[in-house]
């Protein structure tokens, strides 16, 4: 962050300002050539930025929605109608918001799956890795509050059952969900306070964003490799390779996203949303959006005869309820930990086969958690539940700390630029003898 | 004025008790009155008085045949109302010598055998039980069954299977007259 102060730009305008405010330094220490990356970033180091662009999407559609919506349980149902019918370019804007929140969550997934397999949460980015946790659990915030505003009946009953959530919490629960409503259901107080906190959230998120990304730039992008730059041999500057790279993403990230937006804008929504919020009628099967599914299910495996509740000291302590939604509000803080659960010192899994393995399980059972949170609580999908959430705790608290610490991992190239000469030798040595064996590595 | 200057340890004032003390004193001012500075800005999102003033409601009950049922709307809630037939009352009073997740007798839950009055929220996350129009599902124990993670009610409105912890709360009530009731 520290500013160049010897700096000289051409333009003496420029240098004007630089001189009072060095602010063109910060930018090219930031984003420019003078921001030196590994050169050996595949396109999973591509979300970082879809991220934000994505942020940036979210902030200008919503301000724009705001605009033309009514906060009121009597209208906010028809003013999002007359969004869609009667506003110029209405349904379009509604429908980049509504779809941005769905791309928004697929990109920080995949995100966060990228640093769980290169392992960027170890030292020195712990903090880095946490504040990322801490955006999401903002996010998750963001659209739920969001999601409520439309006042559909998804929006109605989702907000019911989620807000419920903390009547679990004992002697005090109660309380604490009158005091989040405003009344004694969710209704028009609950609306308006979920606008007003749904409108300043994303201002929170980007000042998450704003330290994550100072915490990155302290020691730097990790890489698939995870070997830290030794050498200039081993970077090179952010302009314009990656952010020519970033750019390529971009595009293509877009003609996924409008593709959603104009071919399948409710492809990610629920029909029962377009049905106006009625307080006396509960509609056969809520489900949260996509991106809750595996919490949702996490939430949902904790019953009475769950062996993880009933067999263990939990259900001493604890409702079965309780501990259901404790267990889901563990499942994301958990990762907070994972700097410190993983005890390896090699981090990419490229590396760790053991670890590798285990990752992919790891990854389908998250899926399969998706998807159980999708089905109605009834028959094998209870205990296809209860199997996938008690692996996903297993998986943190016990197969990551122990096979960290009990597997040997392979040595990794002694440097970044070591193992991207190593490839290109390969690459082209394949491409001149197609016939031969692959080379062994000689050096 | 000079022997201020003399650095520390010369002669050194023994002024720790009093300067933890003050230390403490200020501070927990301080933080009795950032506490006191905060209790608005949380307590306004309570509930505010339009909100509580919300009346009572009364029912008449004349209309409601034997086993019929109706929901009535009480501070933005449905309440249940249901006219029981003695088969109903039957079963809930048998029930009452089981061990239940929440035990409750059927007596403690009614005033009149006849007339069961319930909130009619699921107290697992709040979602409104069928079975309070015919042809809905009542559950296992034929009284109401909560879809949204399936929780099964009883003719008394008793939890019996399911992740809801408790019973359907019953609100307070009192009969007007034979067939009127007072909600709230
Ligand atoms: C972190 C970024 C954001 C996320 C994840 C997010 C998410 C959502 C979601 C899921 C909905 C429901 C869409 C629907 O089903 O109709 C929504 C609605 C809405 N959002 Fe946002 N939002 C974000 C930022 C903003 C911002 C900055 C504003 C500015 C005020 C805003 C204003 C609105 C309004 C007015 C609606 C209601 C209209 C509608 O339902 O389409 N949002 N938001
Ligand atoms: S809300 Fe009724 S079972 Fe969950």
């Not at chain 1, 995100?111 to 392992?119: D, I, N, P, T, V």
């Not at chain 1, 698939?224 to 390529?248: C, E, R, S, V, W």
Request: charged share 15%; glycine share 8%.
């Amino acid at each position: 962050m520290s500013s160049n102060a010897s700096k000289a730009f051409k333009n003496p305008v420029v240098n004007w300002i630089e001189y009072r405010l060095p602010i063109f330094s910060f930018v090219d220490n930031s984003l420019g050539s003078q921001y030196p990356t590994p050169k050996n970033l595949n396109y999973f180091w591509n979300f970082g930025s879809l991220a934000g662009i994505t942020l940036g999407i979210m902030i200008v559609s919503g301000i724009v929605l705001a605009m033309h919506y009514t906060a009121h349980v009597d209208h906010a149902f028809d003013s999002v109608e007359r969004i869609m019918r009667d506003v110029n370019y209405g349904w379009l804007i509604r429908y980049i918001h509504m779809n941005g929140a769905s791309m928004f969550f697929i990109v920080i997934y995949i995100h966060m799956f990228r640093g769980l397999y290169y392992g960027s949460y170890h030292a020195p980015r712990e903090i880095l890795w946490m504040l990322g946790v801490l955006i999401l659990l903002a996010m998750m915030a963001t659209a739920f509050m969001g999601y409520v505003l439309p006042w559909g009946q998804m929006s109605f009953w989702g907000a019911t059952v989620i807000t419920n959530l903390f009547s679990a919490i004992p002697i005090v629960g109660d309380d604490i969900v009158t005091l989040l409503w405003g009344g004694f259901s969710v209704d028009n107080p609950t609306l308006s306070r979920f606008f007003s906190l749904h409108y300043l959230m994303p201002f929170v998120i980007v000042g998450l964003v704003v330290l994550h990304i100072w915490a990155l730039h302290v020691h730097g992008s990790n890489n698939p490799i995870g070997i830290d730059a030794k050498t200039d041999q081993d970077t090179i500057g952010f302009h314009p390779y990656y952010t020519a790279k970033d750019l390529f993403g971009f595009g293509a990230f877009m003609t996924f996203f409008m593709f959603f937006v104009f071919f399948a804008p409710n492809f990610f929504g629920e029909p029962d949303n377009y049905i106006e919020a009625d307080s006396l009628v509960t509609p056969a099967h809520i489900v949260p959006e996509w991106y809750f599914l595996p919490f949702y299910a996490i939430l949902r495996a904790f019953t009475a005869d769950f062996f993880l509740y009933a067999f263990t000291p939990i259900s001493w302590i604890m409702s079965a309820k309780l501990a259901g939604v404790l267990a889901m509000f563990a499942s994301i803080l958990l990762l907070l930990g994972m700097p410190w659960l993983d005890g390896s010192k090699v981090k990419s899994s490229q590396f760790r086969p053991l670890f590798r393995m285990f990752y992919w399980l790891f990854f389908v059972n998250c899926i399969v958690l998706g998807i159980v949170g999708g089905k109605p609580a009834e028959g094998v999908w209870i205990y296809i539940g209860q199997a996938t959430t008690t692996y996903y705790f297993a998986h943190l608290l016990f197969i990551v700390p122990l096979i960290s610490r009990l597997e040997r991992p392979a040595a990794p190239p002694d440097s970044i630029s070591a193992a991207v000469t190593a490839k290109a030798k390969k690459v082209s040595l394949d491409r001149f003898n197609p016939a031969e064996p692959a080379m062994a590595p000689g050096e | 004025m000079s022997d201020t200057a003399k650095p520390l340890g010369d002669a050194e004032i023994d002024d720790k008790s009093k300067r933890d003390f003050l230390f403490t004193t200020t501070g927990t001012v301080a933080a009795v009155g950032a506490a006191a500075a905060a209790w608005p800005f949380i307590h306004q999102m309570n509930p505010a008085a339009d909100t509580l003033a919300l009346s009572s409601t009364e029912v008449d009950l004349g209309p409601i045949e034997e086993g019929q049922s109706i929901t009535v709307v009480w501070r933005g809630k449905p309440v249940f109302i249901r006219h029981r037939t003695s088969t109903e009352i039957k079963s809930a009073r048998e029930d009452d010598k089981k061990v239940l997740p929440d035990n409750e007798t059927d007596a403690e839950r009614v005033k009149n055998p006849q007339w069961l009055i319930m909130v009619g929220v699921c107290t697992h996350l709040g979602c409104i039980p069928l079975g309070n129009k015919g042809g809905e599902n009542k559950g296992e124990y034929g009284g109401w069954f909560c879809p949204c993670h399936g929780s099964h009610y009883d003719t008394s409105g008793r939890i019996r299977r399911g992740p809801a912890p408790t019973n359907l709360a019953i609100p307070e009530y009192t009969f007007v007259s034979d067939t009127r009731v007072k909600i709230g």
